[in-house]
Nanobody, 119 residues
Framework: QVQLVESGGGLVQPGGSLRLSCAAS????????MGWYRQAPGKQRELVAA???????NYADSVKGRFTISRDNAKNTVYLQMNSLKPEDTAVYYC?????????????WGQGTQVTVSS
């Protein structure tokens, strides 16, 4: 069974930091693009950051300079380091990855992890 499992969410004060992790498991050959999205209550899901298989990255303007996405291909894992967190970063964060297997390439989503920034 192929799945993405996220961890690292929680409650943090404004200005604090959190690190999210997302690990892919199952019969995977490799992973193409990986990314993090978030959805706040009453809002649409939005892209936060993405990283290509070669390592190039892109970020939402709202998180540039504060968040860093990285990946460990040996561990099939993507990370999101979040610094200088703001209350407006509060949302459920979802991992997304294009997983390559004997089925071809399919996009998968994690179950989501809650990030709450509040004093």
């Amino acid at each position: 069974q192929v799945q993405l499992v996220e961890s690292g969410g929680g409650l943090v004060q404004p200005g604090g930091s959190l690190r999210l992790s997302c690990a892919a498991s199952g019969s995977i050959f490799s992973i193409d693009a990986m990314g993090w999205y978030r959805q706040a209550p009453g809002k649409q899901r939005e892209l936060v950051a993405a990283i290509a298989s070669g390592g190039s990255t892109n970020y939402a303007d709202s998180v540039k300079g504060r968040f860093t996405i990285s990946r460990d291909n040996a561990k099939n894992t993507v990370y999101l380091q979040m610094n200088s967190l703001k209350p407006e970063d509060t949302a459920v964060y979802y991992c997304n990855a294009d997983l390559i297997g004997n089925w071809g390439t399919l996009g998968y989503w994690g179950q989501g992890t809650q990030v709450t920034v509040s004093s």
